[in-house]
């Protein structure tokens, strides 16, 4: 008797007990794979480069090229469709421990002019210590120059990653984490930069309307707090609208609008559990503490995520597309999902994308050709182009 | 260029909406299916037999054989591992539109004496009204005899199904639906017993220590109140725990755990949406409402469930398991949910399985031989047994 034979289980995982497993990590085939999706595009995935080791995050640059960073420290460019073998130089040397390293990057608005790449990195500190730091520097053929730290958040052992974009007037939206056991208490904190959204000029310093300058106890670049692991932040270019997510402990993640001075409840109030079973609050909401929009219970790891505003789909234009990394490295159907919102950003519809790959979604952003770009969480990571299919 | 196509979105949706898209129906291939799953069992799915269109409950007789609805009205027999062509005779005329038809099916705990079987079917009304109703026959060679009805609630529009089980003692618990609107308020309501679960003797009449027995303005059969649409029911032998199931409005399935007496809050509280997105409660919780112990955002639309207790997947002894049918005919990933709790019926874990048949989950028993077989909601629906592969 022939069987057909999966060879893991492309399922929800939702507990870390689970990683105990060691259940193998299934390779991404060669492609192209064609799908059909809910509001009948038929989507084409392709694989455009392969054999990046942990990505996560990724910007493009006019003309054409891609920048991509590694979470161990390099960062890789895609030249003309080719990931170069060389990392470019010029990048600080940064603490890659566990889920800490190089994160996110984003072009400045005026990159054209002053050629100014951010980016957010785990930097060393004493005693085991690291801080979450925002840098920039000059793109050049090479490699970045004048590199320079902007922001350094205090030493801390929380190991958590951080995600950046400029809103439309300019300025930087910075997430930091606080899923760290004991720290978790820091995202309650004023006077820590950890379990925050904090927002920044474009030279790093506090921009004078953020909602706690000036008030005694508060560190003045938060902008909202109480944040587990927001590992996805977009910002809707038409409207400025800040969508952080976060990373729920045993169920719960979330999507939440970010709003100054709200407190998003973390580790008060959460939809989710202790990986003991018990409810991590008596209710998931509470009065001084902003709802989130989504809630996924059981969790997909949400990653990076970003609105779509293309052309290429016009079924998708205004959705919010998020990355799941839940749970590649022992079980997972790793996921890009689709969340649709009504003119009140109410959820209306939920869809689970590129679940038959089994990658775990590190990252999705929108080419400058309207089409949408993933990364996939592995050792052999990689970046794969989503098209229609005519 | 070769592309690997996936004929439809193995996929979670979420919307009723989407099921306007018509995207068609994956068949069941032959298999056998081998899957890998997250306790490290090796499972073989074997499909036993096909084509029972919409089966939607099954009873294992003494000796092997198995009994199963098919909601249209058929009651079906797998003979010696076969599917009769003919289906058994003696079955009252159900109301079969859209949902409503014929249900759950369970042998009297003395059936081995009395050859008693019992299920629940909507019966015609006038003015195109149905009512739930509880009936049982006596199993003969070629069908049931002495068909009677035992309970009959009272003429209505809504159109839901019901499960039953026996609990330790004897008494039959029995699961009704308040989903179908403007008649959502019924669940509420004390004289109805929509959206309600039930107690009854095996015979029909009302146990004297139900909790509203005596009361003025309440019907004596009502166990618990303020259920949405319960389409799995599960009594754990050992505990005599009751637990139901609710399909969530757009979002927000739930687990229960069924007390006497106790209100579980539709459709005034809920963890999912109206479909135009707003939030069905303010707070999915409130004082007078028994907290659901499992909810899931988005949806999986659960269904039959059943508590694991064999011992040929030792890995899995306790565990519940759910039936999820979101939503094969569109494009879903029909899967079969398992669920861990602790000692406080805390949930630990979910995984989720068979997703890659891509097929709806409509019940789930565990067989007298310890394994677990899983019906299929489909027009060729089938019964699948779940093996450990040694």
Redesign the interface.
């Known amino acids: 008797?022939r069987?057909?034979?999966?060879?893991?289980?492309?399922?929800?995982?939702?507990?870390a007990?689970?990683s105990q497993?060691g259940?193998p990590h299934v390779g991404l085939?060669t492609?192209?794979?064609?799908?059909?999706?809910?509001?009948?595009h038929k989507v084409?995935a392709v694989v455009v480069v392969r054999g990046i080791p942990h990505p996560w995050g990724m910007a493009f640059l006019p003309g054409g090229n891609i920048l991509i960073t590694e979470r161990r420290g390099n960062l890789r460019m895609v030249r003309d469709g080719v990931l170069d073998p060389q990392p470019l130089a010029g990048l600080p040397k940064v603490y890659a421990v566990n889920n800490a390293g190089l994160f996110d990057i984003a072009l400045h608005p005026k990159f054209a002019e002053n050629r100014l790449v951010y980016f957010t990195y785990s930097k060393a500190g004493p005693d085991g210590q690291n801080a979450i730091t925002l840098a920039r520097g000059r793109l050049e053929k090479d490699g970045l120059a004048e590199v320079k730290d902007l922001f350094t958040g205090e030493w801390t052992k929380i190991l958590g990653g951080s995600r950046i974009a400029f809103d439309p007037k300019g300025l930087i939206f910075m997430t930091t984490g606080a899923a760290t056991a004991p720290l978790i208490e820091k995202a309650q904190d004023p006077m820590s930069v950890y379990g925050k959204v904090l927002r920044l000029h474009d030279d790093g310093t506090v921009p004078q309307d953020n909602p706690f300058v000036g008030k005694a106890g508060y560190r003045p670049e938060i902008y909202s707090l109480g944040h587990r692991d927001q590992l996805g932040l977009a910002i809707q270019p038409e409207t400025g609208v800040v969508l952080s997510n976060e990373n729920g402990p045993?169920?719960g993640d979330e999507v939440n609008l970010i709003l100054p001075g709200r407190n998003y409840g973390w580790p008060r109030v959460s939809?989710g559990?202790n990986?003991?079973?018990?409810?991590i609050s008596?209710?998931?909401?509470a009065e001084s503490v902003e709802p989130p929009l989504v809630?996924?219970?059981?969790s997909i790891a949400p990653s990076g995520m970003a609105f779509y505003s293309g052309d290429r789909f016009p079924g998708w234009k205004g959705n919010l597309f998020v990355g799941g990394m839940r749970r590649g490295e022992?079980?997972g159907?790793g996921?890009l999902e689709r969340v649709?919102?009504?003119d009140?950003m109410?959820?209306?519809?939920?869809?689970?994308?590129l679940?038959?790959l089994q990658q775990r979604i590190r990252d999705v952003r929108q080419g400058p050709d309207g089409l949408l770009y993933v990364l996939t969480e592995e050792e052999d990571g990689a970046l794969i182009r989503l098209e229609p299919v005519q």
């Open positions: 008797m069987s057909v034979y999966f060879p893991l289980l492309a399922a929800a995982i939702t507990s007990a689970f497993t259940i085939g492609g192209p794979f064609v799908f059909d999706t809910a509001e009948q084409r045993n169920g939809f559990r990986y003991n079973g018990a409810p008596g209710s998931p909401l809630v996924w219970l059981p022992i079980a159907t996921r649709v919102f009504n009140k109410e959820e209306l519809q939920r869809e689970s994308m679940t038959e």
